[in-house]
């Protein structure tokens, strides 16, 4: 295994299927199912999701190059965890200053934990093996991880996270519910 080339070619798939997610809810219609995986909305959550979604992307591509790692799932794992804490980190410490968000620190924010992601992914296949605890820990985490992306858009907690700043809104059903009241004042013209 190259570490470089791992590192580069993971940080270069999750920024780029993480900016053309970004768009692909509202291409599709505003379709449920792309929500999954799409960015709903411009909370801090929903740009963690479309970092979780390049790496899901990655996994499916790099299980075949390098699953017979015996590190393989415990790196995975980490670098699940590693846009979660990050881009948070980065978006509200900057905004502390700013009072608002700076479109090109977004962006360069998002690759800077698509980055960290890979060099952890990377830097955990390195390792000696870990052993069964680390394959537990990780199972874990991994599942924690993936139940968050499949069901906080649906079920957004209401705080700070997962909060639309240009909408005050959370989630998808919050905001397709301006659809759904367009929808009905349509119908009651009709």
């Not at 017979?68 to 670098?79: F, G, H, K, L, M």
């Not at 980190?89 to 968000?101: L, M, V």
């Amino acid at each position: 295994m190259n570490f470089w080339l791992v590192v580069g070619l993971e940080t270069v798939a999750i920024s780029i299927i993480g900016s053309v997610l970004h768009f692909t809810y509202a291409w599709s219609g505003k379709n449920k199912f792309v929500a999954i995986f799409s960015a709903v909305n411009e909370s801090t959550w929903e740009h963690i999701k479309l970092a979780l979604s390049g790496i899901f992307c990655c996994t499916l591509v790099d299980v075949w190059f390098l699953g017979d790692n015996p590190n393989y799932w415990v790196a995975r794992s980490v670098s699940f965890v590693v846009p979660v804490l990050v881009i948070p980190a980065i978006f509200y410490t900057y905004t502390s200053w700013t009072k608002r968000p700076i479109l090109p620190v977004d962006i360069s924010s998002f690759v800077v934990a698509a980055l960290l992601c890979s060099l952890a992914f990377a830097g955990v296949l390195v390792l000696p093996p870990i052993g069964e605890m680390g394959g537990i820990v990780s199972i874990v985490i991994s599942v924690t991880i993936i139940a968050m992306y499949l069901l906080l858009t649906k079920f957004p907690l209401h705080m700070f996270l997962f909060r639309d700043p240009i909408t005050g809104k959370y989630g998808y059903d919050e905001h397709n519910e301006r659809r759904k009241i367009s929808q009905r004042k349509t119908r009651k013209r009709s």
